[in-house]
């Protein structure tokens, strides 16, 4: 008895299985037709192959514009507007990034170059190292202020409008239906927020939470939405926008500001002049004190480092899983299905544990801003 | 001669595995540890297993993000 309802659920799964991995097989067998079928009209006279560290680095870092999917040669991508403010004289440009051509063209005296932007008339040097081998400067040009919409700006405006919508309908639905049971999103949202309102600010920062709540709740969910949209593959999602190290950065100084204007007297005495340590320790030469100073700056900066490291690591290893089917492709197409399903199957498994990660990581970053307000408020005991 | 070998990008690249794969064994090492503990705990204590399983959670992020530290470094010496 048990064993047919297993067979019987086993061979349905067994279904699922072969066509997901026919589907899948499929398209990557299109996938390398194309690199058969290119080339012998571009410029280069090499056969390019899958470059699997350009494709990760694509996709995790920022961009102009918003690419979607490559058909052959093509590349479907959504343009977004540039917007640069040149120091050196012609003030504000406006324009779209399709006029780039994906790198190809300059417009308006500029150009793209290595996702930069850059002036048409800019060539890359390279200077000599000790060795008499050549190295390759950095693409970089000052007097160039760039403005632009970039992929992680849209991504920011689209999470951003997410959460405000999500927030106020639900803020709204809480005053219309005073003393009454939730309903709807109430009902999903209700045990988040009292979660991080008693055992994250509660217990951590005292009877002053109240105040804290705002901030608590914005980066949490901040943090939770952008991890869970940069897993999402397609667009709007797929930004890795808590991947920058330049949001990340921004997240650990509002904390580090709210820490700081929130501290006590008693705070700054723990740290230049904290009781309990031997007075040679202090002076003439303060060790403690500087020790204290760096582990001010140390802490918000563990904050952004542990945020982008876990989310952009993440995306790093999908993307690599996914590269190996197109890299053993090129060996040979059965060897290329023969690695999707692996591939695909530790994909999967990554994924979930991203989205684990993605609720981690957002917990923890509201809990430890929530114990260095905690801490910067604690009263002599 | 010795200044040329360590100017070798190639030696800095196997530093960089090298320092990735440490990171990797110090990681699994510090969340192996913390892993064990709270199983021990749950097993003297069942009741508290809600507790345990929260607090671990929390400690094996800290630890990650440690161990991420090194992976940024090893990426760093990759790419720059």
Known sequence: MILKKFWGGFSSFLTTAIIAVFLLGTSVAMANDDSHTTDSHTEHAEKKGFDAGAMIFNHVLDAHSWHVMDIGEHAISVPLPIIIYDQNGSGFHFFMSSRFEHGHA????????????????????????????????????????????????????????????????????????????????????????????DD?????????????????????FFILINNLMGLVPILPGGANLTGNISVTLVLAMFTFVITTFSANKNYWVHIINMP???????????????????????????????????????????????????????????????????????????????????????????????????????EEH | MLLAILLNVGLAKLGAGVGAGLAAIGAGIGIGQIGGKAVEGIARQPEAAGDIRANMIVAAALVEGVAFFAIVISLLIVVL
């Open chain 1, 106 to 197: 300059a417009y308006d005296g500029y150009k793209l170059l290595d996702n930069k932007i850059v002036r048409e008339s800019y060539t890359e040097h390279e200077v000599a190292t000790a060795e008499g081998e050549h190295a390759e400067v950095a693409v970089e040009e000052p007097g160039i202020l760039d403005f632009s919409i970039t992929k992680n700006v849209v991504a920011l405006f689209v999470s951003s409008f997410i959460i405000f919508f999500l927030f106020v309908s639900v803020a709204k639905t809480y005053k219309r239906r005073k003393g009454q049971a939730p309903s709807g999103v109430q009902n999903f949202l209700e045990p988040i927020i009292l979660f991080i309102r």
């Open chain 1, 276 to 378: 309990g340590v031997p007075w040679w320790l202090k002076f003439p030469l303060p060790l403690m004190p500087l020790v204290e100073i760096m582990g001010v700056f140390t802490k918000p900066f563990v904050l952004m480092v542990r945020l982008f490291a876990n989310i952009t690591a993440g995306h790093i290893v999908i993307l690599g899983f996914m590269s190996m089917i197109f890299i053993f492709g090129e060996i040979s197409p059965v060897a290329g299905y023969g690695v999707s399903v692996v591939s695909v199957a530790f994909s999967l498994f990554l994924s979930i544990l991203e989205i684990l990660v993605a609720f981690i990581q957002a917990y923890v970053f509201t809990l430890l801003s929530a114990l260095y307000f905690g801490m910067a408020m604690e």
């Open chain 1, 200 to 220: 994250i600010a509660k217990d951590s920062i005292g009877h002053k939470y109240e105040k804290y709540m705002p901030y608590l709740l914005t980066i949490f």
